[in-house]
């Protein structure tokens, strides 16, 4: 058995900033409902007429992690790839990384889990890792959801959060057990799939039917908002105290709390029930919006390249969204 450890960080943004103002000419929204509500200022939203996709923004996460990693695209065995945006409804953005960087026939699979796609592909990489099967995968997590959002008021209340990004990271072999990913925690409730979900279009509801109806709009992502965040936070605590009892951690022994970035009041309250102080809790929500499966990885790659994540730390890993999925992630760095 080996244990799996993060080698290499990437990140990509699309330079187009839009500001709460600027959504504020689209819709009846305004810049003080949205920062006191979610704490977001701006996201990246990608500009029409450039080529940037999911994929497109994942290979540049994922150059970027293979060049930190001080490997080449020849020495990944395998591709993870979490998105709920991909650029076809198949086959998955992951064999599209494997072609975009000219990379050997490797295998590549798509991880389908929003806001716990991060999560759910970093532990699925592990698995693999710690059998001995792969020793260096490219784990990826990328969102484009600006061309899919209702960008006028009636869409207010999911548009302002999401954003554009990617991040991705080198998962490699660690033989020491004590150092790298300790534990991964993965959760799922079904029931509630209806309220965080865009319903078509999907086999049982296909486009020509859409089409038919001016007032069919399911494809649009529809979410119960306060619902999603009560959840939130009880799950949050949940699978980050599971995973510190798992490895004998207590709370105190948090060096850095990477939370999805889903909204930055739910980070605080994780924040304070656990009683961290603002340098163990990592957040740039404020800077993108909701990502959904690169929150995570951009910001633990912020975290880093900022210095904030250093040799022996224990970082955690945590996220909640549509499913609902829910999960953590302990790593010793
Ligand atoms: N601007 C101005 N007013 C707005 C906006 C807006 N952008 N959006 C909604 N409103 C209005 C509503 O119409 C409502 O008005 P009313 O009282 O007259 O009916 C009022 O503001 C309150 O709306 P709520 O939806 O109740 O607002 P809430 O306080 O719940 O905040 C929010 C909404 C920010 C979305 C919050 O519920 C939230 O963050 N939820 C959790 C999100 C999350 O964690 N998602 C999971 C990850 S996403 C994924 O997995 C894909």
Not at 6 to 27: A, R
Not at 292 to 316: F, H, M, P, R, Y
């Amino acid at each position: 058995m080996y244990n799996s450890k993060i080698i290499g960080l990437g990140k990509y943004l699309p330079e187009h900033v839009v500001t709460n103002d600027d959504l504020s000419q689209m819709m009846d929204t305004n810049d003080e409902w949205i920062q006191e509500r979610t704490g977001i200022k701006e996201r990246r939203w990608i500009k029409e007429g450039t080529d940037d996709t999911s994929a497109v923004m994942g290979a540049k996460a994922s150059r970027m992690a293979i060049d930190r990693a001080g490997l080449t695209k020849d020495d990944i065995d395998f591709i993870v790839f979490a998105t709920m945006t991909p650029d076809y409804y198949f086959p998955g953005c992951g064999v599209q990384i494997q072609d975009m960087l000219d990379m050997k026939n490797i295998g590549a699979i798509d991880i389908r889990n929003q806001c716990s796609g991060f999560v759910y592909a970093i532990s699925v990489a592990d698995q693999f890792i710690k059998t001995g099967m792969y020793k260096n995968i490219l784990v990826v997590g990328s969102e484009y959801h600006s061309n899919g959002l209702d960008k006028s008021t009636r869409g207010r209340g999911v548009t302002v959060i999401f954003g554009d990004g990617a991040g991705a990271c080198v998962l490699s072999r660690e033989e020491d057990t004590t150092k790298g990913i300790l534990s991964t925690h993965l959760h799922s409730e079904g029931k509630y799939a209806d309220k965080l979900i865009v319903e078509a279009p999907s086999i049982k509801h296909w486009v020509p039917e859409i089409m038919e109806s001016k007032e069919d709009l399911s494809y649009f992502p529809y979410m119960d908002g306060t619902f999603v965040f009560k959840h939130a936070v009880v799950r949050f605590s949940e699978v980050i105290i599971e995973g510190l009892m798992k490895n004998g951690l207590q709370k105190e022994d948090i060096d850095m709390l990477i939370p999805h970035q889903a909204n930055l009041r739910i980070a605080q309250f994780i924040q304070k029930k656990f009683g961290l102080s603002n340098d163990q809790v990592f957040n740039n929500i404020m800077k993108y919006g909701n990502t959904t499966a690169a929150s995570v990885i951009i910001a633990l790659t912020e975290a880093w390249e900022q210095g904030k994540i250093n040799e022996g730390d224990n970082v955690v890993l945590a996220a909640f969204g549509s499913g609902f999925t829910w999960g953590s992630v302990i790593i010793k760095w």
